[in-house]
């Protein structure tokens, strides 16, 4: 114990001080000249002050250190806070999809979209057109069931043509989609990391509305939830699998 006392005693210091008590008593006593004590004592203050500039840097970067550190911890709180799965209501679903939307990166895939629910432009505007200007988004890949062809040539490629980063969105995938689930996929802030906005549009998460059903609810997947890797899985195989007949090439097959 009393050698970690003795450590805690900044000896330079008090080293110093006799140093120059001592060039103040030799002068004073004639035993060196002025000149000669003066400039012992300054140097001593020289040493001093370097000391406590070298002390200053060591506290800048031990600052440094601790607002790092603080960041990290509250990066991790925030992981730790963050829900997998949110579910969103009526009143903040257009802000959520606005947010979900402006946050995307690269390659930007929808499954199951339905193209009959952009026949109005209002839908288009706040649907399709935030992917389109972003400008982080390079491509969008809309996976459609083979029924949906009729709509895309007929409500979505007129207004399509009229945005002027069409180029983004090709003509979709078509694909033999069963269920009533529909989500987008893509990475988020781009970290490599995918998450999902699903909508189900089966009651009670959907409502019919101008012939389509429209979601009631989105649901927001994290990257961090065990679901995450099955919708990509889900949203692969269908990019993957054979492109679907229309119903008039199958009617025409069928008939041959």
């Not at 180029?167 to 893509?186: D, H, M, N, R, T």
Request: proline fraction near 5%.
């Amino acid at each position: 114990m009393w050698f970690r006392r003795l450590l805690r005693i900044e000896w330079d210091v008090i080293a110093g001080i006799i140093a120059a008590l001592l060039a103040m008593l030799l002068s004073f006593m004639g035993l060196v000249s002025e000149r000669v004590g003066l400039g012992i004592v300054l140097l001593l203050c020289a040493l001093l002050l370097t000391r406590d500039l070298r002390a200053e840097a060591r506290e800048i970067r031990m600052f440094d250190k601790l607002d790092l550190i603080k960041r990290h911890v509250v990066d991790v709180s925030v992981a730790l806070k963050q829900p997998e799965i949110q579910l969103i209501g009526p009143k903040k679903m257009r802000h959520a999809y606005s947010t979900f939307v402006s946050a995307l990166y690269g390659e930007v895939c929808w499954f199951n979209a339905c193209c009959r629910m952009f026949r109005r432009q209002e839908i288009f505007d706040l649907a399709l057109r935030p992917l389109l200007d972003n400008p982080n988004v390079t491509s969008i890949r809309l996976l459609c069931r083979p029924e949906e062809r009729a709509a895309w040539h007929a409500d979505v490629l007129p207004k399509l043509r009229q945005c002027e980063n069409q180029a983004k969105l090709p003509e979709p995938s078509w694909a033999a989609i069963q269920g009533g689930v529909s989500f987008l996929i893509g990475d988020i802030d781009g970290d490599g990391r995918n998450e999902a906005l699903v909508s189900i549009l089966d009651e009670p998460f959907a409502v019919s509305s101008h012939g389509t059903n429209a979601p009631r609810y989105l649901i927001r997947v994290f990257s961090t939830c065990d679901l995450m890797p099955h919708i990509e899985e889900v949203a692969r195989y269908a990019m993957n699998a054979p492109e679907a007949p229309s119903e008039l090439d199958a009617r025409g097959h069928h008939e041959a």
